[in-house]
C-alpha cells in the first residue's frame, strides 16, 4: 500500500465508491460517517491523508479540520475538504481552517489522484526529515528554529510582464513585507542560479506556449539552487490534465485561475505563506541532518575528523591504492609526555596543546591525505600514492613542524615544547588490510617511544 486515507462522508454510496477507486490504486482506506467517528478511528489509527466532507450531520467539517490541526498525531496530515460547492468563498474558508485543499462534488477522478500523489510525497519527505531532525535532537546537534523568519522572496512568473504585474499587485495586499519579483523565464532561470534564489515561485502554466511553465518548473526542480523552492503553478479553470501533470512534475501547490481577482489574490497568498513555511521547515532539517552529520565525524576540540569517520576513509584509500597497483602509508602519532602537561599546567593547557598540533599537522599534509584524531593525544594520518622513502620524510617533516616551536599557551603566560612520536606503516600495492596496517603501525609507535621518543619508527617485519 502507498498510503493511508481515511474518507469522511455522512453518504455510505459515496464512501464506498471513493474506497474502491482508492483500492485500486493500492491505497488503504478508513472510513468514518460522522465527524465524531472521524474522532475515534484517528485516535486509534492515525492516517496519512483526510478526505473530509465540508458539511456532516454531526459536525462542521471546516471545525473537524481546526480540532485536527491542534491535535500532535494530526497537525500535518494533509486534509482535502470536498463539497458540492467549491466556490472561491468556500476554498478560502478551508485553508483558512488549516485545508491543504478543498475539491467539488463528485471529484474528479485524475484530478483527485493528482492531488493525493503530490500531498502524500510531501508528506513522506517531511515524516522522513522529521525523524531524522528528532534522532539528532535527541544527541543535542539539531538546530533551533528561528524566533525571527526574514522576508520571503516570491519570483512571479507569467507569460507577460503586465500579467505578472497585476499578481503582483494582487499579491502585495496579503503578503506584506515579503519581496515579490516580476520574472519572465529566462529571467527566472538566472534568477535561480543567482546566490539567493527565490524562496518560492508562482508560474503560470501556460507561459509563451503552452505548457511551458511546467517545464521551467521540471527546469527549476533540476537545479541545485532551486531544487527546494515552493513552487505554485497557476492554471486555467478548466485544465484538469494541466493540473494533474503539474503535481507529478513536482508542484507543491496549484491555483485554479490565471487572473487574480482578489479572491483569488488571497487564495493564492495563503497557499504561498504555507509553502513557504514549508520550505523553511524543511531547510531547517536539512541543515540539521548536514550539520549532524558533520559533527558527528568531527572531533569537537581540534574540528579534525575522529574515529569514526576515518576508519571507512582508510578502507576506501586502501581499496583506491590496491585498484591502481599504489602503495599507501599509515602513520599513527602520538603526542610524547601529554598526561605531565595536563597534569602540571591543568586540561585547559592540554586543549591549547592539542588544537594547535592539528593546525600543524593541517599545514604538512595535503588534500588527498587523511587526517584523524582518534584518541586523547592520538592521530591517524594515511597517505596514499606514496613509497617508503617520501613517507618516512613526511613524517620527520611532521616531527620537526611539531618539536622544533614551543607552542605558546596564553592563559598560563609561556610557551612549551611539545614533541611527538610516530609509527609508520607501508602497505604495498594497497594488500595489506586496512587494520592490518593500523597494527603495525601502532607497534612501530611503541618502538618510537621505547627508543627516546620525539622520532620516526618504521615498521619491520622481522622487528614485529
Known amino acids: 500500500m502507498t498510503g493511508k486515507i481515511l474518507i469522511v462522508d455522512d453518504v455510505a454510496t459515496n464512501r464506498i465508491v471513493l474506497k474502491v477507486k482508492l483500492a485500486a490504486a493500492r491505497y488503504q482506506t478508513l ?12 485516535a486509534n489509527e492515525t492516517p496519512d491523508l483526510i478526505l473530509l466532507e465540508a458539511r456532516l450531520p454531526d459536525a462542521n467539517g471546516y471545525e473537524i479540520c481546526r480540532k485536527l490541526r491542534t491535535l500532535p498525531a494530526t497537525a500535518d496530515v494533509p486534509i482535502i475538504l470536498t463539497a458540492t460547492d467549491a466556490s472561491p468563498a468556500a476554498r478560502l474558508a478551508a485553508l483558512r481552517a488549516g485545508a491543504n485543499d478543498m475539491l467539488s462534488k ?108 511546467l517545464r521551467l518548473m521540471s527546469d527549476l526542480r533540476a537545479r541545485a539552487q532551486s531544487r527546494h523552492a515552493a513552487i505554485c503553478i497557476a492554471v486555467a479553470g478548466n485544465g484538469t490534465d494541466t493540473a494533474a501533470a503539474a503535481y507529478d512534475l513536482g508542484a507543491d501547490d496549484l491555483i485554479v485561475g490565471e487572473h487574480p481577482t482578489p479572491a483569488l489574490a488571497e487564495e493564492a497568498a495563503l497557499r504561498l505563506r504555507r509553502q513557504i513555511e514549508r520550505k523553511r521547515r524543511s531547510d531547517r532539517q536539512r541543515r540539521s541532518l548536514t550539520n549532524g552529520l558533520r559533527l558527528a565525524m568531527t572531533d569537537p576540540l581540534t574540528g579534525l575528523h575522529n574515529r569514526r569517520y576515518a576508519m571507512p576513509q582508510l578502507l576506501r584509500m586502501a581499496e583506491n591504492a590496491r585498484d591502481a597497483g599504489h602503495p599507501i ?25 592539542l588544537v594547535e598540533v592539528a593546525r600543524r599537522l593541517r599545514r604538512c ?100
Open 329 to 353: 602509508a599509515v602513520m599513527v602519532l602520538d603526542l610524547d609526555r601529554f598526561k605531565s602537561i595536563n597534569d602540571t599546567w591543568g586540561h585547559g593547557t592540554g586543549d591549547t596543546v
Open 106 to 213: 463528485p471529484v474528479d477522478e485524475q484530478d483527485l489522484f493528482a492531488r493525493l500523489r503530490g500531498l502524500l510525497r510531501a508528506r513522506a519527505e517531511d515524516l522522513d526529515l522529521g525523524i531524522r531532525e528528532s534522532a539528532f535532537h535527541e544527541l543535542g546537534l539539531a538546530e533551533a528554529a528561528a524566533d525571527y523568519a526574514p522576508p520571503a522572496t516570491v519570483a512571479l512568473v507569467a507569460g507577460s510582464r503586465e500579467t505578472a504585474l497585476s499578481w503582483k499587485n494582487a499579491l502585495t495586499r496579503y503578503l506584506p513585507g515579503d519581496v515579490l519579483t516580476v520574472l519572465l523565464r529566462d529571467e527566472a532561470l538566472a534568477e535561480a542560479a543567482g546566490a539567493r534564489c527565490p524562496d518560492a515561485f508562482l508560474i503560470a502554466a501556460d507561459l509563451a506556449h503552452p505548457g511551458e511553465g
Open 31 to 42: 472510513q468514518a460517517g460522522s465527524g465524531a467517528e472521524a474522532l475515534r478511528v484517528i
Open 365 to 464: 599534509l595535503s588534500p588527498s591525505d587523511l587526517l584523524a584524531r582518534i584518541g586523547g593525544e592520538e592521530f591517524l594520518i594515511g597517505m596514499p600514492n606514496v613509497d617508503l622513502r617520501d613517507a618516512r620524510r613526511a613524517a620527520e617533516h611532521i616531527c620537526g613542524v611539531i618539536g622544533n616551536s614551543p607552542i605558546a599557551i596564553p592563559e598560563i603566560g609561556r610557551s612549551l615544547s611539545v614533541t611527538v612520536s610516530i609509527g609508520l606503516a607501508l602497505g604495498t600495492n594497497g594488500s595489506a588490510p586496512v587494520d592490518l596496517l593500523i597494527n603495525q603501525a601502532d607497534h612501530a609507535l611503541l618502538g618510537s617511544k621505547a627508543e627516546g621518543r620525539n622520532q620516526v619508527k618504521v615498521f619491520c617485519r622481522s622487528a614485529a
